[in-house]
């Protein structure tokens, strides 16, 4: 069936480093891609999507390209302050109308001063 | 506008007992989500409205867990006879049509304890 896989966590880095989040899907056709973000305490919200290939999803610095090639939809940032500490899930939708969101496991992100 | 709200936000519970979380959608949004997300398990996708109707259902644990819709708008999510496993954070979404390219709001949770 259809999934999501990403990096394991927990994730630590000092500020200023380069940030990337490894995710690869597997889904037939042309799923929608997305990036959400659960900061501690906080409900989840979405970071960014990209809904074809080659499509580039961006906001608050962060990055992620559909590539379609290698099923993979990576989030990268190059310089990570400590608010963005939070756990990131990648997710798809599938090509189908009407469709529930499919989530990885998270990933754990910590970013030290 | 308001995001999606849910209530309560936290419940405590005896095993045994029914319980009934709350989910008001964002205006306008036509489809509907139930999620759970626990410890071990991630995020696991529960049920999906649109409009009243629950076209797919596949995520429901077990028949203790059911779902309703009403008027388009607010959501009733009920366990009966809880058990400890059913201790998770339930979260509740919506999206404007509900289509594979649309955002979903998720709402802030109810996290759901049974002793």
């Known amino acids: 069936g259809d999934s999501v896989t990403q990096m394991e966590g927990p994730v630590t880095l000092s500020e200023e480093a380069f940030l990337t989040i490894n995710c690869t899907y597997t889904?037939?056709?042309?799923?929608?891609l997305f990036w959400y973000v659960q900061y501690p305490g906080e409900g989840l919200q979405l970071l960014l999507k990209?809904?074809?290939?080659?499509d580039k999803g961006s906001n608050k610095g962060f990055e992620a390209t559909y590539r379609k090639e290698t099923t993979s939809f990576h989030l990268e940032k190059g310089s990570v302050q400590v608010s963005d500490s939070a756990v990131y899930f990648c997710?798809?939708?599938?090509?189908?109308?009407?469709?529930?969101?499919?989530f990885g496991p998270g990933t754990s992100l910590s970013v030290i001063p | 506008g308001a995001g999606v709200s849910q209530s309560p936000s936290n419940k405590v519970t005896e095993k045994g007992k029914d319980v009934e979380l709350r989910c008001d959608p964002i205006?306008?949004?036509?489809?509907l989500y139930w999620y759970r997300q626990s410890l071990g398990q991630g995020l696991e996708f529960l049920i999906y409205?649109?409009?009243?109707?629950?076209?797919?259902k596949s995520g429901l644990p077990s028949d203790r867990f059911s779902a309703e819709r009403t008027g388009g708008s607010v959501s009733t999510l009920t366990i009966q006879r809880t058990q400890q496993e059913d201790s998770a954070v339930y979260l509740c979404?919506?999206?404007?049509?509900?289509?594979?390219?649309?955002?979903?709001?998720f709402g802030p949770g109810t996290r759901l304890t049974v002793l």
């Open positions: 997710a798809l939708s599938r090509e189908t109308s009407y469709d529930k969101v499919i």
């Open positions: 979404a919506s999206s404007f049509l509900g289509q594979s390219t649309d955002t979903q709001y």
């Open positions: 990209a809904t074809k290939a080659d």
């Open positions: 205006s306008g949004h036509t489809a």
């Open positions: 889904a037939t056709g042309y799923p929608s």
């Open positions: 409205f649109q409009g009243n109707s629950a076209p797919d």
